[in-house]
């Protein structure tokens, strides 16, 4: 089987709800995964905008929400999922507004794609004290075992 992610909130390659964002209320999609592969001892979710700032010239990946050590057992995260409320033993990232925690699509300019990433790893990281996504994809390298994708798509009205 296929490791998979989808969220009810919008189907891949679709626009992604306004209450995601920051012209909404900027609560995170629901999520949820299937075939994690046997032998997986954590998840990893990035959520990260390669569309930086202009679609027609983009200059940066923007990364939205940086969460790992999710159990293996985990299956998804509910709507508007608040810290307190993660699976026990997850951790956050820091994301591109220099704090922990979900920041909905806010481009500036056109239509930008939103990956919803989701890793299986063979280990369980230490405690890398709020990593950026390029410390953690360090933290991961040689521990993938599988990986999924879920594109969303915004552009402000």
């Avoid at 995260?77 to 820091?94: F, R, S, W």
């Avoid at 063979?122 to 991961?140: I, N, Q, R, S």
């Amino acid at each position: 089987m296929i490791m998979t992610i989808q969220s009810s909130s919008f189907q891949h390659n679709e626009e992604i709800p306004v209450r995601h964002t920051c012209d909404g209320k900027n609560i995170s999609p629901e999520l949820s995964w299937a075939g994690v592969p046997a032998g997986t001892k954590s998840l990893i979710l990035i959520v990260d905008d390669p569309d930086a700032p202009n679609p027609a010239a983009p200059r940066m990946t923007w990364v939205h929400w940086v969460l790992y050590n999710m159990p293996a057992s985990t299956n998804g995260l509910p709507e508007n999922v608040a810290a307190k409320e993660l699976p026990a033993g997850t951790m956050q990232g820091i994301n591109d507004w220099q704090h922990t925690g979900y920041e909905g699509p806010c481009p500036p300019v056109g239509s930008h794609r939103y990956y919803h990433k989701l890793f299986a790893l063979d280990a369980v990281l230490p405690d890398l004290k709020h990593p950026t996504k390029a410390g953690l994809e360090k933290a991961m390298q040689g521990h993938i075992i599988a990986r999924s994708s879920l594109i969303g798509l915004y552009r402000r009205h």
